[in-house]
Nanobody
Framework: QVQLVESGGGLVQAGGALRLSCAASRRTFSSYAVGWFRQAPGKEREFVAAINWSDGSTYYAASMKGRFTISRDNDKNTVYLLMNSLKPEDTAVYYC?????????????????WGQGTQVTVSS
């Protein structure tokens, strides 16, 4: 069973930064891609960013591009999400997920395994 564990969430003021980590229990990262999603209270889970594990290609939601950076560390089986210039509307539970499908990394249904989530709260 693949396990993904997120960490790094917390409370930060608007304009601040956080780095989230997603660590795998084993070599999940023979998967096609690892993505980050987020879910705010009362809203649907939405795509944030993804990284192709083999070639490092990155993908971002339009509203996060330029502020968020996804990266990976092969040796540590870990994917990171660096979030800069945080806004109160970035407040959500952030989840990482892995997909073994070569379909679109933007679609939630493509992902096979999910972490438990980490809370990010941005105060104004």
């Amino acid at each position: 069973q693949v396990q993904l564990v997120e960490s790094g969430g917390g409370l930060v003021q608007a304009g601040g930064a956080l780095r989230l980590s997603c660590a795998a229990s084993r070599r999940t990262f023979s998967s096609y891609a690892v993505g980050w999603f987020r879910q705010a209270p009362g809203k649907e889970r939405e795509f944030v960013a993804a990284i192709n594990w083999s070639d490092g290609s990155t993908y971002y939601a339009a509203s996060m591009k330029g502020r968020f950076t996804i990266s990976r560390d092969n040796d540590k089986n870990t994917v990171y999400l660096l979030m800069n210039s945080l806004k109160p509307e970035d407040t959500a539970v952030y989840y990482c997920a892995a997909t073994f499908s070569s379909g679109s990394v933007y679609y939630i249904d493509e992902y096979d395994y999910w972490g438990q989530g980490t809370q990010v709260t941005v105060s104004s």
